[in-house]
């Protein structure tokens, strides 16, 4: 089912500078959003909708120019999970990235050139924060938070950040942080981008910028988002042709790679990728409050957490974690683990059943 | 089982829970028994469910479900975290009904336990006259399709808890549409019940 409706990117522009984690201020930022649905005259049906690693605003309907759907156009829209005859849902990019929220590709107002590494480390503390300058702006009241890998660890940081305005956060895919074998696939990902010829310490926009170093990264990332059964599914040992006795791309497996790593470069800005991979290794409510009970005891919001039995980069163990924590502190919580053959990326295909639940959790 | 008899078991438990009470129950199925316990004795608490279709129709009707398997243990609960755990007509259907009263005697200061009673006497008169494994409104399958791996009878729980110094606090007894609680004679209350309540701890 698709949105007929059409939708536009618009900005925001931060009346005030943000005190980053890193302890930086960081002045002169700007936020990409859109909206679906209308705000209710209390302004307390609004859903922040939070986007993963490469994500964008552009969560729902259709894009003007392109006539693509949003990355969670299954999921937003009139009677669909986020319901947007009922619901006001709001997206925005998140403050790192390059689709128009302002990122290491933003022009510098101070050197005016572009921020590259010059931008300062984000964390998703910080993306939270400017989400929240967002939502003020549109006064809203009390707020639904949801989203999916790293968009869910922003949820989960809203409602640990605000905890009396959270009302709902819905936890899809994520945990309260990374494990070690997620830092390392990100932390191969980042060396590749940064030992690409082409990279040149970040300050690539006026020349060919690091396309084989963010191809490779993006082809790590997919490997993660997939799993074992998935790609036997898609891809089997298949050749793509016959056996050609050379390093060229032989199995279909490795044309499905090859052809998102190609397809990634066109849309993804390297610099960015660096900084989203680093803020979600950073993200540790456990370490920065001593402990997740202690990071989540003030919060008044219920929560639904949702995992897939194959997603091995977002573990069912680690969304029981966050369970348990909320069942310890007598939260009103309510966990569902779903059957997929996606791995990861189920968050983003399997929308029937994780329809059912929202909607449910969402009181229809 | 008719909707009717089930409304009747549930209203034997929820007589048996105070009001404002903390509670897990666990095999909650669609949660018509924990919405029952909301409304009528204001509880708070959750259930625990391993269908996926029952974990979303308790969804539906708004109440806090966490999708688990009892037989895998109560992890994710503190000890004495809550003030009941019910198990109501599921502690046949666990593959260690041992570990799984251990856990609820863990995790809730009391706990609810009822089941069909192998013992009734129509059960024994249809295993004794047919010859063949009972089969009732209160034990609807096959033998082949049951989900009951673990029948058990009144004086099997008694032994049960008396060997493992668990406290039977109360015993309801039940048949058709009339209860009896208390001290009846063991045998007896074997005997002429098809289901039973029991309120443990520790």
């Not at chain 1, 690693?53 to 937003?76: E, P, Q």
């Not at chain 1, 900084?275 to 920065?288: E, H, N, Q, R, V």
């Not at chain 2, 069909?116 to 249809?126: D, E, H, I, Q, S």
């Amino acid at each position: 089912m698709e949105n007929e409706n059409y939708t536009e990117t618009k900005i925001y522009k931060l009346n005030k500078p943000i005190v980053l984690k890193c302890g930086k201020t960081f002045d002169n930022i700007e936020v990409a959003y859109q909206t679906y649905g209308k705000l209710n005259e209390n302004k307390d049906n609004a859903i922040l909708v939070l986007h993963a690693l490469t994500g964008s605003a552009h969560a729902a309907f259709l894009n003007k120019k392109t006539n693509k759907k949003g990355w969670w156009d299954d999921m937003i829209g009139p009677n669909k999970a986020f319901d947007t005859n009922k619901f006001f849902v709001i997206s925005s990019n998140v403050l790192g990235g390059c689709y128009g929220t302002t990122g290491p590709k933003s022009i510098n107002p101070l050197t005016n050139k572009p921020y590259a590494l010059d931008f300062p480390v984000v964390t998703i503390e910080d993306m939270v924060k400017v989400q929240k300058e967002l939502v003020n702006y549109f006064g809203i009241k009390k707020i639904i938070v949801a989203g999916g890998s790293m968009g869910g660890m922003q949820a989960l940081e809203w409602s640990i950040a605000y905890p009396e305005y959270v009302k709902s956060t819905i936890l899809i895919a994520t945990a309260a942080r990374l494990n070690a074998q997620s830092i390392a696939f990100n932390a191969v990902a980042r060396n590749a981008i940064l030992k690409d010829a082409n990279f040149n310490n970040g300050n690539y926009y006026n020349s060919s910028c690091p396309e084989n170093g963010l191809a490779i990264a993006r082809m790590i990332g997919h490997i993660t988002y997939l799993c074992e059964e998935a790609m036997y599914k898609k891809f089997g040992r298949e050749f793509k042709d016959t056996p050609s006795f050379d390093f060229g791309v032989d199995f279909q497996v490795e044309s499905y790679l090859e052809h998102q790593g190609k397809i990634f470069v066109d849309r993804f800005d390297a610099n960015s990728y660096l900084y989203i991979t680093k803020a979600l290794d950073y993200y540790d409510p456990i370490k920065s409050y001593g402990s997740l009970e202690n990071a989540l005891k003030d919060s008044s919001s219920k929560f639904l957490v949702i995992s897939f039995s194959t997603d091995w980069l977002f573990t069912t163990e680690q969304a029981k974690q966050i369970v348990s924590t909320l069942i310890k502190l007598n939260k009103d919580v309510s966990f569902v683990e779903l059957e997929s053959k996606c791995g990861h990326d189920a968050f983003l295909l399997e929308f029937e059943k994780q329809t059912k639940i929202i909607k449910s959790f969402l009181g229809e | 089982m008719t909707t009717k008899e089930f409304n009747f078991n549930y209203k034997i438990v929820c007589n048996l829970i105070p009001e404002k009470s903390r509670v897990l129950d666990l095999g909650c199925g669609d949660g018509k028994l924990l919405k029952i316990l909301k409304n009528e004795k204001n509880i708070s608490g959750l259930g625990v469910e391993i269908n996926q279709n029952y974990v979303l129709e308790a969804l539906q009707k708004g109440l806090s479900i966490v999708q688990g398997d009892l037989d895998m243990g109560l992890k994710e609960f503190q000890d004495n975290s809550f003030d009941f755990a019910i198990l109501n007509q599921t502690l046949q259907s666990t593959k260690n009904p041992e570990f799984v009263i251990y856990e609820m005697l863990r995790v809730a200061k009391r706990c609810v336990v009822s089941f069909p009673n192998f013992a009734y006497w129509k059960v024994r008169f249809y295993l004794f006259f047919k010859g063949k494994m009972p089969k009732s409104k209160v034990l609807p399958y096959e033998w082949y399709n049951t989900p009951n791996v673990h029948l058990l009878t009144i004086s099997d729980f008694f032994e049960f808890c008396l060997k493992r110094n668990i406290k039977i606090e109360k015993s309801v007894y039940l048949t058709k549409r009339k209860s009896r609680s208390g001290f009846l004679i063991r045998n007896i209350a074997n005997f002429f019940s098809e289901e039973v309540v029991f309120v443990i701890s520790k």
